[in-house]
């Protein structure tokens, strides 16, 4: 088995043993990444300099025996909308492609601290804005399954990275579904932790009410060793939430007997791929066979999610980008005659198609006059659909439903139709709506392309979603598949 | 026909609030820093940083909405104001829009005859300052002031002439100071205040078209300011004209208020829910911490100060302006129980100190035992009053006692009748043309002879005494 195919704990295992060098890691990564990343495209920036000190730092750690970590040594991908100093920190836009921030993120921080190497900065959808990495000003990400097809989004970059052993592990960050759903095209682990679980200090905003920071891993054990290390609570995020952080990998190999699913029957329904409601159904009985209870039940207001998402992120979103207006940093459009024309060159040369059509939708929302109709029912029917889940979680424990309607699609094919690339994250927004933790898994593939099921579990309890998640993903092997990059 | 208006005018704050780093950062508020020299990626708005709540501003705005009787909110949000402008980074100013910190009080003036309502207290943040060089084509932009603290009071429309609009400010100005929540400082900008002023015909119930003032800078100027405009704004009802609706500015120097823009376009802020803050919960605990932390408040001890001391309404008012005389006042008036002779001291010698070295109290030597020594030393005979301003002097600037001063310099007064005859005769014999034109009748003699006398003994005979004396011999 080659290193670069190695999951975190695989990896530590190793060190421990004295079987393999911290550098031997790295090594292992930066040359699978000089081999497959011109096809892959997964980064905007590799950080080589940062990397290699740490891997010094760390390799000193591991021979003096001191300060070791679950993730010291071990490379983890960021993606590039969260701060790393001294690198910039581009959201995939021409607008920030020169921006180097002067500060790190509070999970870059933690990560730091724990010794993880910076291997390198993901590709992106613009701003986060899409799903599909298409959006990118500055590159193309392609799927490792096929390089035909897109890798999901807008956390693309790192799922890519992940699935083409760039990187055991990557950060994402997910507004509505930003970290699943790639994570469900590429075949990998992807959590969304619950609202205030991670700190967003240093995540480049696109609806700081909905925004995450997250894991990308190749398996759910690797998943929980990541939740350890970002988890917490953190003065510089107000909406952090002063909790206790349980050790996110005890629980994992408890079985899950008598454990309640819920299958909520919105989140099944003819729009999504037969296939993949098939794959979800099997996996639903492996479950049971465990010992799990499975239940349909309805939750009537997650029909309107789509809708509800779309006015109040775009809200959030047109005001959050305001700021990129050429004043301070990043790009200045030159021969602005004053400065009302500066902003309108500035915004109208630095953003793109998906980011304006948002910040107008924003602007438009929250207007005079339209702000009670739109912003303001939206609000009240978020808190409709957070009722649905409180409900349903009187009766379960846990909810199981498809993570996309369809698998990965051909890169270009929706670039187009905005409206058809919305519709298709139902599955997933609901739990930003709710600020509840959610996860992608892989349990299939229809025509060589990963197909992955979502985990919903109640706030603050990702250890019962990792635990149900493990013993299902024991008794399969989708995650042990690794991407064969051809092409 | 000349006809009878009404002045209406509503008064809007923006106080700086007395917190040592700015409201969602760590950085410092100091005034006067080189540009740019007090700031961090929060208060820049870099991408990806967040809001930290400042708790101590927070308690400014309670203890602030406590002063002025209002409702504090238990539950508050904060909001985003949304505009372009280089001076803001983040293209929106976090502030309150519903649910502000405090609502519904109000503020008594005019010695308690006026009540002006206070509408709303809410927190905000500061803007940074733009910097325009004559004659370049480009402006340089100050982040230093960018994110302080700031909190707007808003009065209802209750305001009905520029002696009002100065009282209002006056009064409001010594609570702030008292509470300490803000220096009060004009010039320098830590308190900003933009009165609304329009005219009405007498008896309407609708408001004219309002006119906000900007850039004054100091009390004088509100009520000049606010005079200056109405005066116009009557001219321009009484030539059949209309008032445009508009912002002006204030040009003291000219003694005019100039137009800035008008507000033909409304702007529409978008206000929303600030998402990247948690809502402030102001429990029973927290808030009966900030009442039983607030001070006895200028108006109340006017009140006292009269009623226990027998002030008259003038010197209350004087010597309760500043809380840190006030404070001293009343430490003196402990030992001291001739408080006339007290407020008469701190009105005038004091006061007047203070303003010539533009001292605070609390950086001099004055303390409220010297004062009551002097006065005590005064009271009963052992030194002159002419003495006692120059030992207070002495004692202000080097915190020597009163009792040293008056051993060391031999400024005892004499007293003794049998010591001053000496004198007294001599100075008759040296002076008989004098004498004589007194004892012809002509009274103003008598006055040259004492100071004849005082002359003598250095100024150091009780002139009382002289002037008896002088009196039985001629
Ligand atoms: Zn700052």
Known sequence: MNI???????????????????????????????????????????????????????????????NVTPITGLPVAIKDNISLAGVPNTCSSKMLKNYIP?????VVEKLAEDGALFIGKTNLDEFAMGSSTETSALKITRNPWNLDYVPGGSSGGSAAAVAAGESPAALGSDTGGSIRQPASFCGVVGMKPTYGRVSRYGLVAFAGSLDQIGPITRDVHDCAIMMNALSGHDICDSTSADVPIPDHTTGLKQDIRGLRIGLPGELFHEGIDASIREAVYAAVDLLTGMGAECVELSMPHLEYSVPVYYILATAEAGSNMARYDGV?????????????????????????TEVKRRIMLGTYMLSSGYYDAFYLKAQKVRTLIKNDFDRAFTRVDLLLSPVTPTTAFKAGKRADDPLQMYLSDICTIPANLAGLPAMSIPCGFDNGLPVGMQIIGKPFDEITMLRAAYAYEQSTDWHKRRAVITG | MIMEYEVVIGMEIHAQLLTKSKLFCGCSTEFGAEPNSQCCPICLGFPGSLPMMNRKAVDHIITTALALNCTVARESIFARKNYFYPDLPKAYQISQDDQPLGEKGYLDIMDSSRRIRIRRIHLEEDAGKLVHTEGEPFSLVDYNRGGASLMEIVTEPDIRSAEEAAAYITELRSILRYIGVCDGNMEEGSLRCEPNISLRLRGAKEFGVKVELKNINSIRAVQRGVAYEVERQSQILNEGGTVIQETRRWDEANGVTISMRSKEEAHDYRYFPEADLVRVVVDNAWLNRMAAALPELPQARRERFIAAYGLPAYDAGVLTESKEIGDFFDKVAAISHDYKAVSNWIMGELMRLLNETGQSLEQTHMTPEVLAEIIALVDKGAINLKSAKEVFEESFRTGKAPSKIVADRGMTQISDEAALSGIIEDVIAANSKVAEDFQAGKEAALGFLVGQVMKETRGQANPAIVNKLLREKL
Do not use: C
Not at chain 1, 328 to 352: F, H, K, N, P, W
């Open chain 1, 328 to 352: 301070q940093y990043g790009y200045r459009a030159s021969g602005a005659e004053d400065i009302l024309d500066m902003y309108i060159r500035t915004r109208s040369e630095g953003l793109g």
């Open chain 1, 4 to 66: 670069y195919d190695m999951t975190l704990h695989q990896l530590r295992k190793m060190l421990s043993e004295g079987d393999i060098t911290v550098q031997e890691i790295y090594s292992s990564f930066a040359g699978r990444i000089e081999e497959v990343e011109s096809k892959v495209g997964a980064f905007v920036n590799l950080a080589s300099d940062i990397a290699e000190l740490q891997a010094h730092k760390a390799a000193d750690r591991w021979s003096e025996g001191r």
């Open chain 1, 102 to 106: 002067p500060y790190n993120a509070t």
